[in-house]
C-alpha cells in the first residue's frame, strides 16, 4: 500500500520544479534574485499549469496504462489546460495590457485590472516536457519503492 500517492506526487513536483525554474530564468535575466513573489505568478517560462497536468498524465498512463478510462480522462483535462493557458489565458493577458496601458494614458479614475499572463506555445511545450520528466521520475520512485510511494 502506498504511503503517498504518485499521482498527487507527480502534480506537485511539476508545479514546484516549473516555478522554480520560472523564478530562476527570470532572475537570470533580470542579474539578480527577484522578488519571492514571483514564485506564485503567472505567465512566463515554463508553464507550471502544463508541467502539473502533464506530469499527473504521465504517472496515470505509466501506472494504468494509456487505454485506461482515467488516462482518458486525464487526456482531455490536460488538453484543455494547455489550450486554455495558449489560447484563452494568453489573449486575455494581452487584453488586461491594453486596458491597463489604455487607462494610465487617459489618467482616467478607473481601477487598474489586476491582468494574469498567459503563455506562449514554447512556453506550453517546455512547461509539458517538465512534466514528462517530473512524472516518469514519481513513477520510477514509485516503482523502486515497490509500491510504497
Known amino acids: 500500500m502506498a504511503i503517498f500517492s504518485p499521482y498527487i506526487i507527480a502534480g506537485i513536483l511539476g508545479w514546484v520544479v516549473a516555478q522554480t525554474a520560472k523564478y530562476l530564468i ?5 542579474g539578480r534574485f527577484v522578488s519571492p513573489r514571483q514564485l506564485y505568478g503567472s505567465g512566463n517560462m515554463p508553464s507550471a499549469h502544463s508541467a502539473t497536468v502533464v506530469g499527473v498524465l504521465t504517472v496515470i498512463g505509466l501506472i494504468d496504462g494509456i487505454t485506461s ?6 487526456l482531455v ?5 494547455l489550450y486554455d493557458a495558449v489560447m484563452v489565458r494568453r489573449s486575455s493577458g494581452e487584453q488586461g495590457a491594453s486596458l491597463t496601458a489604455l487607462i494610465k494614458e487617459q489618467k482616467s479614475a478607473v481601477r487598474l485590472p489586476r491582468v494574469a499572463k498567459g503563455h506562449t506555445p514554447l512556453e506550453v511545450a517546455v512547461g509539458a516536457f517538465v512534466g514528462v520528466l517530473v512524472g516518469m521520475a514519481a513513477y520510477a520512485l514509485h516503482i523502486s519503492t515497490n509500491g510504497m510511494f
Open 77 to 81: 483535462f490536460a488538453s484543455v489546460v
Open 69 to 74: 478510462g482515467l488516462f482518458g480522462l486525464a
Open 26 to 30: 527570470i532572475s537570470a535575466k533580470r
